[in-house]
């Protein structure tokens, strides 16, 4: 058995969970769904980068877990990335979900063609949070009218400042334990910092045909990849 701390992407709570979870359990395995701060039920604080790397350190050490599988979805990546690092032997793996992966010194936006620029004029024109996206921005990601509409009734302004602050990595991410599971949709290969992570011996890839969130659209196959995870 292991326990897994699960982390959706931007805009989203624990709640983008509630597919998967069931059959993470029916498994035996403890399960953490995480709700960062500024975010669902935990919307309107302005939290930086930093506060979700301690939001997802916090549960880890108050729920007294081991043996940990952290998972993050999309933006999630990056402070779930850093976060492993600083629960120590307490981890057992990453799983990245066709997620943003860190890199120290560099932010969410920071790879982005213009730097960033657009998201962070976004940022200041809706009082420090990215505003939430229409319905048509779920077109073709393989999910259903009634999971488009979940996503954007459940989906939340995010706070700016996680977005946009630097990423702080005390070693190579390549030296953790990691499962990228890359979303076929938007490409069938990883971005260039993802495929030379790849090279590590402690990185393993897998592939899901599907759309970027898999939560929704696959969550028994998905919920099935982390399971095979835990036993690497």
């Known amino acids: 058995m292991v326990n897994f701390v699960l982390v959706a992407g931007a805009r989203l709570g624990a709640w983008a969970w509630d597919d998967v979870v069931p059959y993470l359990r029916a498994a035996g395995h403890g399960v953490y769904p995480l709700t960062l701060s500024g975010l669902a039920e935990r919307r ?4 930086g980068q930093a506060t979700h790397v301690q939001d997802i350190v916090s549960e880890v050490e108050r729920q007294g877990l081991r043996d940990v599988v952290l998972v993050g979805h ?6 779930v990335g850093q976060a492993a690092e600083r629960i120590g032997d307490r981890l057992a793996r990453v799983v990245f979900v066709d997620s943003s992966v860190p ?11 213009d730097g960033g620029a657009a998201v962070k004029a976004s940022i200041a024109e809706n009082g420090g949070f990215w505003p939430l996206v ?10 259903t009218d009634e999971q488009i509409a979940r996503l954007v009734r459940g989906s939340t302004p995010h706070p700016g400042a996680t977005l946009t602050e630097p ?7 390549g030296e953790l334990p990691a499962t990228y599971v890359l979303c076929l ?23 899901m045909n599907t759309g ?4 929704f659209s696959q969550p028994r196959e998905l919920a099935q990849i982390f399971i095979d995870s835990a036993v690497e």
């Not at 999309?74 to 402070?79: A, K, Q």
């Not at 229409?134 to 999910?143: I, Q, R, T, V």
């Not at 990423?167 to 991410?173: D, F, I, S, T």
């Not at 970027?212 to 939560?215: A, K, L």
């Open 44 to 47: 309107g604080v302005l939290a």
């Open 74 to 79: 999309s933006y999630s990546g990056i402070p």
């Open 103 to 113: 890199t120290d010194g560099e932010s969410f936006v920071s790879a982005w063609p």
């Open 134 to 143: 229409p319905a048509a921005h779920y077109d073709g990601e393989g999910l």
């Open 167 to 173: 990423a702080v990595l005390a070693g190579p991410l």
């Open 185 to 207: 949709f938007a490409g069938a290969e990883p971005d260039e910092d993802v495929a030379e992570l790849l090279n590590s011996k402690h990185w393993r890839l897998v592939k």
């Open 212 to 215: 970027h969130w898999p939560m």
